[in-house]
C-alpha cells in the first residue's frame, strides 16, 4: 500500500478515535503520558499498522517512543512503507 503522510496520519487517527472518545490529539502530543495509549493498546496498534499497511515490525521497531505521537507514528510507517516499495 502506497500511503503519504496525510493518508497515514488520518488512518491512525480515526483509529485511535474508536479507542479514545477525549478528542483528537496533536500530531505531537505524547499518547502514553496523557493516556491515551498505553503499552498494551500499543501492541493492538502495531497489528492494526501492520494489517493495514501491509508492513512487518521488526524487534527494533517495537520502541515504544516509535509510538508515543501521531507524527512519530506517521514517519514509521512511511519508512517501512518505502522500504516495502523498494524491495
Known amino acids: 500500500m502506497s500511503s503519504n503522510r496525510v493518508e497515514v496520519t ?3 487517527l480515526d483509529y485511535l ?3 479514545d472518545t477525549s478528542g483528537t490529539p496533536d500530531f505531537d502530543e505524547d499518547l502514553f503520558e496523557t493516556g491515551r ?3 498494551l493498546f500499543a501492541i493492538q496498534l502495531v497489528g492494526f499498522l ?3 499497511f501491509r ?3 521488526s524487534i527494533d ?7 508515543s505521537t ?3 507514528i506517521a514517519d514509521l510507517v512511511l519508512t517501512k512503507t518505502a522500504t516495502v516499495a523498494g524491495a
Open 55 to 57: 508492513i512487518k515490525m
Open 37 to 39: 495509549v498505553n503499552s
Open 17 to 19: 478515535a474508536q479507542y
Open 61 to 67: 521497531d517495537l520502541d515504544l517512543q516509535k509510538f
Open 70 to 72: 501521531v507524527n512519530r
Open 10 to 12: 488520518q488512518i491512525v
Open 50 to 52: 501492520e494489517s493495514t
